[in-house]
């Protein structure tokens, strides 16, 4: 008996999601996310645009998915609604936790709302939608900042972050981009535990015609990170970005190991990494900030990378990141071609995730 | 956050003691306690939605069980609704008997851990006696070939020779005749990682598809996403009509709610969970723990199947026999700490048993760290058999001698031999409980957050 309810509510709710049966309607709480899905693969397909200048035309498009959650949704909750209240403002809630923008933020993003609205400066809903978005925009533009690697001879750039957000891929647009601004940049090899992350590495530098430095498969990283900033020095070069294996935060010895990368570093080259990148997955969820957190503390990173924004993923989470840790967004990562790296721009990012 | 799912929930019904009956207005609060877990677990919002109404219908309206908290009570009702919701205890096994050689495919976003998992994946069918071939078909990605070569070559399984300028299709339909030719049963397809909204990529998946008719097409999915796993998961399986799912790094602190979100939105089975780097870091998935990992209660089961995969019979046997004569000494409890480091780190461990979350955080770092033991596995090392046996004997200058043999300090070997004989009161204790009694002080422990089960 209970095992066939159990299996109805199962299968009510694939309906639902997969949008097999009429998608459900509800005053207060609509759900474009309803009848999406089936929609999703060819429509935005179609609307991808080619490589080359339409960047932000891109990035939008990776956002889309972002701005019809979240502005859509917004803006289907205040129509018809005469008044913003306090219900309102839970359901507004509810919506930007689920917009992977992190349970904190969203309580401080509502506080501000809920201000503004006892001082009765929201009445309508594009009221509602500028106070976020100026809201949303504060908090990147808070600790944005550019990275200069010019400051510092050679720039020690250390890479890190959990397996599979794309570090290796970063690294090799970076030093596509910094050769083509007449940089002499020069690789360091230290994941020495994935299978074949060395070939892959070098297969970017190749396409920049950057050299790595790299040891067998199996050898302890720190060793790699030697040799590379004594080479770094002696060729004078004028940039090392350091890739390293990616790691969960959460493994206590492998957070040791990445200790002992930067201990080595900052022996050779004194004050170096200059930059610590933290790599996020656009796409992961509140893990993100636990991710953040424990590499803050063990690291001392400095600035963030959000890769993977050319799918449907949202990203939203680094809103969250950046103003919890008071960390910069340093690069998105657009694509998987060598020039699917852009500088972070808090306005386009913020206006990507709103404009209609 | 989440380990104070039950907390909250306590708090919350405080004031509902004494009222027989679970009503719409009671238990609103303690709804949205569980809608925020589930959010922050990252459960999609429209499953979470759906969800917290089908336990509200279940909820309202049950009388309040005597033993039981109210609380208590919320939280049964949704650990159940959500084992029934991964889908129970469903056979999550593989479907391979057809004309060999069957093939396996596997698909995904960038960086989910599909070529790693494939390696775990022939690994695993190895040892079901199977002969698989690995077959890397990710052209695109730099070294993609050559890292499941790698990991071919560490497991010694056969990888097919393949090269980045072939067409994936034909990679895989040549390895299908390669394999029927040389006697591999399985074929395992390491497909390039992709979004489910680029076409070009995924009318590939579709072509291999049709040119090998794969058995399995398995969804792998990192734990760590967030509400996008709806999209992501419903868009490959629209296309290809997944057949099952296998969800990666959860052996990090991510909650693994993305689960439920792809389980819901295709209907589809998680089959095989990935908790690690190392090549047999893969395991068969079970509904109730994860659920239970979700809600923060531990993972009781893992533990106690670990426990007994891993202590060896005989050597528990003569513990046991040490105990009853209360003769544990320290060479016990070196050897005890050796069978809990084969069972894998402390810290994973400390974290399936049922609020040792909690207790964990309370500690603040006051338990051993895996560095510690090691510090102590010296320590002992360092005495005589005489000084294991018999710890009374060691005085000021034996200590000074432990502290040098073994590169730690006198206060070290104080605070182990402080902490020795304080495990001995323990062991005292349990032994008055009878032969079962460290389980029976383990349920004791558990009581409290785990009232089923």
């Not at chain 1, 890479?159 to 794309?166: A, D, L, R």
């Not at chain 1, 969820?285 to 990173?301: P, Y």
């Not at chain 2, 049963?185 to 008719?213: C, P």
């Not at chain 2, 046996?389 to 402080?418: C, D, F, M, P, Y």
Request: charged share 25%; aromatic share 4%.
């Amino acid at each position: 008996m209970e095992q066939q309810e159990k299996k109805g509510f199962f299968r009510g709710l694939v309906d639902k999601i997969a949008g097999a049966g009429q998608p459900q309607t509800n005053d207060i709480e609509p759900s474009p996310t309803a009848g999406e899905p089936p929609a999703t693969p060819s429509a935005g397909a179609e609307e991808r645009p080619d490589s080359g200048p339409g960047f932000f035309s891109r990035l939008k498009n990776g956002l889309k998915k972002t701005k019809d959650g979240l502005v859509g949704r917004i803006d289907a909750l205040v129509l018809g609604k005469k008044e913003i209240d306090a219900d309102t403002l839970e359901e507004l809630e509810e919506i930007l936790i689920t917009s992977d923008i992190g349970v904190k933020t969203t309580v401080e993003l509502i506080r501000s709302l809920e201000q503004r609205l006892g001082r009765n400066e929201l009445k309508d809903g594009a009221a509602l939608r500028a106070a976020l978005k100026a809201d949303i925009l504060a908090r990147l533009n808070a600790h944005h900042s550019v990275l200069d690697t010019d400051t510092r001879h050679p720039f020690v750039l250390l890479v890190i972050g959990v397996n599979g957000v794309g570090k290796t891929t970063t690294i090799g647009k970076l030093a596509s981009r910094f050769t083509g601004n007449g940089k002499r940049v020069l690789l360091a090899a230290a994941d020495t535990f994935r299978a074949a992350a060395a070939e892959q590495l070098e297969a970017w530098g190749e396409r920049s015609g950057v050299d790595v430095v790299r040891h067998k498969e199996g050898a302890d990283p720190s060793a790699v990170v030697f040799d590379a900033c004594k080479a770094a020095v002696a060729r004078q070069v004028d940039i090392l970005i350091v890739d390293t294996a990616g790691r969960l935060h959460t493994k206590v010895n492998l957070m040791e190991e990445m200790k002992k990368i930067h201990r080595v570093i900052g022996r050779e080259i004194p004050g170096a990494p200059h930059e610590t990148l933290l790599v996020l997955d656009a796409a992961t969820g509140q893990n993100a900030v636990s991710q953040a957190r424990l590499f803050k503390e063990a690291a001392g990173v400095t600035g963030i990378a959000l890769t993977k924004l050319d799918g449907t993923a949202k990203g939203g989470i680094v809103v969250a990141v950046s103003h919890e840790f008071g960390l910069p967004v340093r690069y998105i990562g657009v694509g998987e071609a060598i020039d699917d790296l852009r500088d972070f721009n808090p306005q386009e990012f913020t206006d990507a995730l709103f404009q209609a | 956050m989440f380990d104070s799912l039950s907390e909250k929930l306590e708090s919350v019904f405080k004031k509902l003691r004494g009222q027989g009956v679970m009503t719409e207005d009671n238990i609103k609060e303690a709804l949205r306690e569980v809608r925020l877990a589930l959010l922050e677990a990252d459960v999609n919002f429209k499953v979470v939605k759906d969800f917290v109404e089908s336990v509200r219908v279940k909820a309202v309206g049950t009388e309040v069980v005597q033993s039981l908290t109210p609380g208590q009570q919320v939280i049964k009702i949704v650990h159940d609704e959500l084992v029934a919701v991964m889908g129970g205890n469903e056979d999550n096994g593989l479907n391979l008997s057809a004309k060999p050689p069957v093939a396996i495919m596997m698909v995904g976003l960038q960086g989910a851990g599909k070529t790693t998992t494939c390696g775990k994946l022939g690994r695993h069918l190895k040892n079901l006696k199977r002969r698989p071939l690995l077959v890397p078909a990710d052209v695109y990605r730099p070294a993609a070939i050559e890292q499941l070569a790698t990991v071919g070559r560490q497991l010694g399984l056969e990888v097919f020779n393949s090269s980045a300028d072939q067409k994936p299709v034909d990679i895989c339909s040549a390895a299908m005749r390669f394999a029927e030719l040389n006697g591999f049963d399985t074929v395992i397809l390491d497909t390039a990682g992709r979004h489910q909204i680029d076409d070009f990529l995924m009318n590939e998946l579709a072509e291999i598809k049709a040119s090998v008719l794969p058995l399995e097409i398995l969804f792998v999915a990192d734990a760590m996403t967030g509400q996008e796993a709806v999209n992501v998961a419903g868009g490959f399986n629209e296309r290809l009509d997944i057949t099952g799912v296998v969800l990666t790094k959860l052996d990090g602190d991510a909650k693994g709610g993305a689960a439920l979100s792809v389980r819901a939105v295709t209907g589809k089975p998680v089959k095989f969970v990935g908790l690690g780097e190392k090549l047999d870091a893969l395991e068969v998935f079970h509904a109730d723990r994860l659920v239970s990992r979700i809600l923060g209660m531990g993972d009781v089961l893992t533990l106690v199947e670990k426990a007994q995969s891993v202590f060896d019979e005989k050597e528990t046997a003569r513990l046991q026999q040490k105990l009853k004569k209360n003769q544990f000494d320290l060479e016990d409890f070196l050897a005890q700490l050796q069978q809990i480091k084969k069972m894998g780190s402390l810290e994973s461990l400390m974290g399936m048993i049922p609020g040792m979350g909690k207790m964990m955080k309370q500690m603040q770092g006051a338990q051993p760290s895996e560095n510690e033991m090691k510090r102590i596995e010296a320590i002992i090392r360092s005495m005589t058999p005489g000084e294991r046996a018999n710890h009374g004997i060691i005085n000021g200058s034996r200590r000074l001698r432990i502290a040098k043999g073994s590169g730690t300090t006198v206060q070290e070997v104080n605070q182990l031999l402080k902490r020795f004989t304080e495990a001995q009161k323990v062991v005292k204790q349990l032994q008055k409980l009878g032969p079962k009694g460290l389980l029976k002080g383990m349920g004791g422990l558990g009581k409290g957050m785990l009232p089923f089960g």
